[in-house]
T-cell receptor
Framework: NAGVTQTPKFRILKIGQSMTLQCAQD?????MYWYRQDPGMGLKLIYY???????DKGEVPNGYNVSRSTTEDFPLRLELAAPSQTSVYFC????????????????FGPGTRLTVT | AQSVAQPEDQVNVAEGNPLTVKCTYS??????LFWYVQYPNRGLQFLLK??????LVKGSYGFEAEFNKSQTSFHLKKPSALVSDSALYFC????????????FGTGTKLQVIP
């Protein structure tokens, strides 16, 4: 049971480039989330999903897009990267399965450290 | 709007001494409260939660937290600190019922001094 996995671990992008951050979970969780963590700012929610085919915006969605074609995968797409998107990105998932219908604590991946120059 | 306040950016404590990391919250309705720990270059790890019931909840690694509804607080505690407890600690809150957004505090760095 790998939990939540994220790739890549590190990436440097030039301004205007695009990339996809990958996230997968093997816990059959319905809920998945993308956060960014900036120093001293805690975590800000970018997008979330309550199940395959359903996504919604969080607090800071501008410049990002997501899709959720399967329960396991929740990729985050950055279009036209900007220096303001330099951050550490965390994917997380939480319950809401047939055996765990309630949605309590979140399980986090190891993060992707992204630098845009 | 819901919010979480962690008033101390850093807490220093000597090894073997009790530690407290403070958290206060604001939320509509009944709160679900969480503590997470983050070690350097790692993701957040769940420590404990309060959903309902006993105000004192116990979690991983000997940590516990006390829910105080009148003071809207959920302080994290441990009777005897270890050097290995040094990390960044986040308090989080959400409202009960269905899907509700979770709000995280800005984190408190715990430094345990040998």
């Amino acid at each position: 049971n790998a939990g939540v996995t994220q790739t890549p671990k590190f990436r440097i992008l030039k301004i205007g480039q695009s990339m996809t951050l990958q996230c997968a979970q093997d816990m059959n969780h319905n809920y998945m989330y993308w956060y960014r963590q900036d120093p001293g700012m805690g975590l800000k929610l970018i997008y979330y999903s309550v199940g395959a085919g359903i996504t919604d915006k969080g607090e800071v969605p501008n410049g990002y897009n997501v899709s959720r074609s399967t329960t396991e995968d929740f990729p985050l797409r950055l279009e036209l990267a900007a220096p303001s998107q330099t951050s550490v990105y965390f994917c997380a998932s939480s319950g809401g399965t047939a055996t765990t219908p309630v949605n309590y604590e979140q399980y986090f991946g190891p993060g992707t450290r992204l630098t845009v120059t | 709007a819901q919010s979480v306040a962690q008033p101390e950016d850093q807490v220093n404590v000597a090894e073997g001494n009790p530690l407290t990391v403070k958290c206060t919250y604001s939320v509509s309705g009944n709160p679900y409260l969480f503590w997470y720990v983050q070690y350097p270059n790692r993701g957040l790890q769940f420590l404990l939660k309060y959903i309902t019931g006993d105000n004192l909840v116990k979690g991983s690694y000997g940590f516990e937290a006390e829910f105080n509804k009148s003071q809207t607080s959920f302080h994290l505690k441990k009777p005897s600190a270890l050097v290995s407890d040094s990390a960044l600690y986040f308090c989080a809150v959400r409202s009960s019922g269905g899907y509700q957004k979770v709000t995280f505090g800005t984190g408190t760095k715990l430094q345990v001094i040998p």
